[in-house]
């Protein structure tokens, strides 16, 4: 019976070759079969600005299409139609209007101007709107509270 040996050399580190995965050492980037004339490997600055640059990009071109996206929505007017009292909160009734040239939805904050808007503040989203319409809607909420008062809001886009 043969008994295993143990062997006290270290195992060498390796990472697969950028073109065909073959491993590699790790201070050299393409196998002997991917570059044969042994020509200068890509500097890990080169792969690592690459990457950099390609995110920069990315998040460039999603700003831009968020903001073509969003164009021509708003600016929204909006006046609190109704607060009636809905336990445990309030039955708050808003109307907007969409005086932009895109049908689009508003971001309305409704909050106490008796607070200056320091206080608590409730987020309502309307439907969608036409631009040139006007739409009324209601949503409940209890993050006011319940007692019926004069209340404002300011609406945007989202």
């Given at each position: 019976?043969?008994?295993?040996?143990?062997?006290t050399?270290?195992a060498?580190?390796?990472?697969g070759?950028?073109?065909c995965?073959a491993?590699?050492?790790l201070?050299?980037?393409?196998?002997?079969?991917?570059?044969?004339l042994g020509?200068p490997?890509?500097?890990?600055?080169q792969?690592?600005?690459?990457?950099?640059?390609?995110?920069?990009?990315?998040?460039v071109?999603?700003?831009?299409?968020g903001?073509?996206?969003?164009?021509?929505?708003?600016?929204f007017?909006?006046?609190?139609?109704?607060?009636?009292?809905a336990?445990?909160g309030l039955?708050?009734?808003?109307?907007?209007?969409?005086?932009g040239?895109s049908r689009?939805?508003?971001?309305?904050r409704v909050y106490d101007p008796?607070?200056?808007?320091?206080?608590?503040?409730?987020?309502?989203?309307?439907?969608?709107?036409?631009?040139?319409?006007?739409v009324?809607?209601?949503?409940e909420t209890a993050i006011l509270?319940?007692?019926?008062?004069?209340?404002?809001?300011?609406?945007?886009?989202?």
């Open positions: 019976m043969k008994t295993p040996t143990l062997s050399e270290p060498a580190l390796t990472h070759c950028v073109r995965g491993p590699v050492a201070d050299i980037a393409l196998c002997e079969r991917c570059n044969p020509l490997q890509p500097a890990s600055t792969a690592h600005g690459t990457v950099f640059l390609a995110i920069v990009v990315s998040v071109g999603l700003a831009l299409l903001r073509f996206a969003l164009s021509g929505i708003g600016p007017s909006a006046s609190i139609a109704n607060v009636v009292a336990p445990p039955a708050i009734t808003i109307s907007v209007t969409n005086e040239a689009g939805s508003a971001t309305c008796a607070t200056d808007g320091s206080a608590e503040a409730v987020y309502l989203v309307s439907p969608q709107i036409e631009p040139g319409r006007t009324s809607f209601s949503k509270g319940s007692t019926v008062r004069p209340l404002a809001v300011d609406c945007g886009r989202p």
